[in-house]
């Protein structure tokens, strides 16, 4: 069983078929769809926007026939800060198709799924195309440093090489003693690789090695260095060309924080209102899934406002300016941050801080985690782009792990159990949940094949699967995520297990796949239509998926398979003459069309000609 893609009429967000990526209200886009000829004969083509909430049509023209596509544009005035439309087909025999973000419908179709042009501010331009390596700063390098460093009393010494407990009451407090300078010493691996982007996770001062549980947030933890070490690391990261972000549990602090222990027990606390408090006496309080270290922060709180998020001087803005000069934020929780019972001050939190990042440096980047359905939040009008894992990495998962895999029987992914999918399912779960996205925040989310919070992708799939699930994380819209041990083969079992010391030691054995990774990502880095270009799906079965990444200059097309296969797609879908960039798939036209033949689990791009068209009427 397979589904023919390239058969139906398509449009997405990129530069190919929508005039203005960064429109502003009352601005009128114009707006392109793409029909194959094979569809049928077409009598009109509508746009139908919902502005306020009231249905308004605009009629298309023809504006090209190219390659057996016929090219349709419309003008959509841009009404609300999200604005939808959709694509209304009437064709000669009578038949009326819809065509919105999750593909082609012949009854008509809900709002949410409608595509949608934002009128918020743009993401700064670096964004869209940054590779993300993430790095746990406990366990990626040691400095000589460290060694003189009095450890607090929470941490439990362990040596380098000694292996992580990844369940049990000493996970949180195994302590390796990675620091902020040992990053810097290893800057020469992450150029090889060719990220562009370091994510550290937590660097404040905590009573736990992951350091969610902030004591503060006014210093950089001194088992990391201190303040100086992260200036140090900023500095030289700029200096090669890297971006550093860093990362902010909005919804909650630890139990140590300042702010937390002045609060306790003192009703006459400034930082009384800081809190979710569950008695008069504040002694009980809300935590974090009711964890009792990680106290939820109330942010009907002006006070917590203006010293977290509010303004230059608060924690968001601090470390963004000199001399720390981070690059942007990723938010912890951001899913459940001033979210309780009937309070839901997530628009207000979230709009603060983008708002307090543009007034301090609008090239910053804001990354927000966002467990399952991440759409509601994601429109944007703050955050740029999701850490999420049900539109890439759960359906990637389903696809490519090993069936009887422990990951998938009962220990779950990131609580989640994921089951087995075919390459329809796989398709069918990434489309349904990134279809709700704004095309701009997509190409923003992240695409982690796994993270510091799931078990590593190593450990539940075969060898022979990692490249196809490593270069469909590079290939794909949105952000490619590397994290730190990935690219040497690290396993893990869960969450905790993965974050395991990286062996320097060996780095010369993991020469292979720190090559398969630099390929990859030079890949991406080199082809511009993996960046900000189309995203077209043309075919999908149980062992395989191709799709094309369009734009004007050239197209990339994708194949990914699990199994041995034979792909033939129409002669019209892509055009002709392929340049092979990575991977060994045989790749062959006949007047039937292109053939793809794989002889295992594979991955293989080829770079073809991009798409030539008139330019947008008024430009």
């Given at each position: ?144 440093a460290a060694d003189d460093r009095e450890l607090p009393e929470w941490a439990i010494p362990a040596k380098w090489d000694e292996p992580v407990v990844g369940r049990g009451p000493e996970t949180p407090f195994q302590f390796y003693g990675g620091d902020l300078d040992g990053i810097v010493e290893h800057l020469d691996h992450l150029e090889r690789l060719g990220v562009t982007t370091i994510y550290l996770t937590p660097v ?402 080829w770079k073809l000609r991009g798409v030539t068209l008139p330019a947008f009427a008024g430009e």
């Amino acid at each position: 069983m397979h589904r023919n893609l390239a058969l139906e009429p398509h449009h997405d967000g990129s530069p190919l078929y929508v005039s203005t990526q960064a429109p502003l209200l009352g601005d009128v886009v114009r707006v392109r769809l793409r029909i194959p000829a094979v569809f049928g004969a077409v009598k009109s083509v509508h746009t139908r926007s919902n502005p306020d909430r009231e249905p308004r049509y605009s009629e298309a023209s023809v504006v090209a026939t190219v390659d057996d596509w016929t090219w349709w544009e419309a003008g959509v005035e841009v009404e609300n800060p999200v604005h939808g439309y959709r694509f209304l087909v009437t064709l000669e025999d009578g038949g009326d198709a819809w065509v919105n973000a999750t593909g082609v419908h012949w009854t008509e179709t809900l709002d949410v799924e409608d595509f949608k042009l934002i009128a918020y501010p743009e993401p700064p331009s670096w964004g869209r195309s940054t590779v993300l390596y993430q790095i746990f700063p406990d366990r990626f390098a040691r400095s000589a440093a460290a060694d003189d460093r009095e450890l607090p009393e929470w941490a439990i010494p362990a040596k380098w090489d000694e292996p992580v407990v990844g369940r049990g009451p000493e996970t949180p407090f195994q302590f390796y003693g990675g620091d902020l300078d040992g990053i810097v010493e290893h800057l020469d691996h992450l150029e090889r690789l060719g990220v562009t982007t370091i994510y550290l996770t937590p660097v404040f001062p905590a009573r736990s090695n992951h350091r969610y549980d902030a004591s503060t947030f006014d210093e950089v933890d001194p088992l990391l260095g201190g303040d100086e070490a992260l200036v140090r690391l900023t500095a030289a990261a700029h200096e090669r060309g890297f971006k550093v972000i860093g990362d902010l549990t909005s919804n909650h602090s630890g139990d140590a924080h300042e702010w937390f222990r002045r609060a306790y027990g003192d009703t006459s606390a400034p930082e009384s209102a800081f809190y979710l408090w569950l008695d008069d006496e504040q002694t009980k309080y809300v935590g974090w899934l009711g964890v009792p270290s990680l106290p939820k922060f109330n942010w009907n709180s002006t006070e917590l406002r203006h010293r977290f998020i509010e303004g230059p001087d608060s924690v968001v803005g601090t470390w963004l300016q000199e001399p720390y000069d981070l690059d942007g934020w990723r938010i912890d929780v951001a899913n459940m941050t001033g979210r309780y019972l009937d309070q839901d001050l997530n628009h207000l939190v979230r709009q603060t801080i983008r708002r307090t990042m543009v007034d301090v440096d609008p090239d910053t980047l804001l990354l927000a985690e966002s467990t399952n359905d991440a759409t509601l939040d994601f429109q944007g009008d703050a955050w740029h782009g999701a850490m999420t894992y049900a539109n890439f990495t759960r359906p990637l998962w389903g696809w490519l792990a090993e069936p009887l895999s422990p990951a998938l029987g009962g220990i779950g992914f990131a609580h989640e159990r994921v089951p087995s999918y075919t390459g329809d399912q796989f398709y069918t779960a990434h489309k349904q949940f990134a279809a709700s996205f704004p095309w701009r925040v997509r190409l923003h989310n992240m695409n982690a094949l796994n993270t510091h919070d799931t078990p590593r992708f190593r450990s539940v799939a075969s060898a022979d699967r990692v490249p196809v699930a490593l270069g469909l994380s590079m290939a794909m819209p949105g952000i490619p995520v590397v994290f730190a041990g990935d690219e040497f083969g690290l396993e893990g079992f869960n969450g905790e297990a993965s974050r395991t010391p990286i062996p320097w030691h060996d780095a010369e054995k993991a020469e292979p796949i720190i090559g398969l990774y630099a390929d990859m990502i030079r890949m991406r880095r080199e082809h511009g239509s993996l960046n900000d270009g189309g995203l077209r799906w043309l075919w999908i079965e149980d062992d395989a998926v191709v799709f094309v990444r369009e734009t004007a200059d050239e197209s990339v097309l994708v194949f990914a398979s699990r199994a041995a296969t034979t792909v033939v797609l129409p002669a019209h879908a892509v055009p002709t003459g392929g340049t092979p960039i990575v991977g060994d798939v045989e790749f062959f036209e006949t007047g039937s069309g292109v053939h793809l033949i794989s002889g295992g689990a594979a991955f293989a791009a080829w770079k073809l000609r991009g798409v030539t068209l008139p330019a947008f009427a008024g430009e």
